[in-house]
């Protein structure tokens, strides 16, 4: 193993992974230091690449036809469809944590 923890927070890098991988749903905020995280940019594309899928995929699964009929439902279930993708991605996917972005900017906030 190169690295041992995969999902080792940014700033205390301790261990925040889960075992067995996606027994629980990412952390939004480390557990021993407190700081704000969220997954990796390209966890976050994965997760909202599938949702599209999934909320196009949908409606053609129900036999909606039609370009706007489509779309509107495709809307409708993109919400829906980001909580499944989130749970089906990191139940087979170790979530690898980035500061919440923010949190450097309230830094130089006065
Ligand atoms: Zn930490």
Redesign the pocket.
């Known amino acids: 193993m190169l690295q041992p923890y995969l999902s080792a927070?940014p700033?205390?890098s301790?261990n925040l992974g889960s075992e067995p991988v996606g027994s629980k749903p990412p952390y939004t905020y480390?557990q021993?230091?407190g700081?704000q995280l969220v997954p990796v940019l390209w966890q976050r594309l994965l997760v909202v690449l599938l949702s599209l899928i999934l909320a196009i995929a949908f409606p053609l699964f129900l036999g909606i036809r039609g370009l706007l009929p489509s779309i509107f439902a495709a809307l409708l279930c993109f919400f829906p469809a980001l909580v499944v993708a989130m749970i089906l991605i990191f139940k087979n996917i170790r979530p690898k944590y980035a500061r919440k972005p923010g949190y450097v900017m309230t830094l130089f906030q006065r």
């Open positions: 927070c700033n205390c301790r480390c021993f230091c700081v």
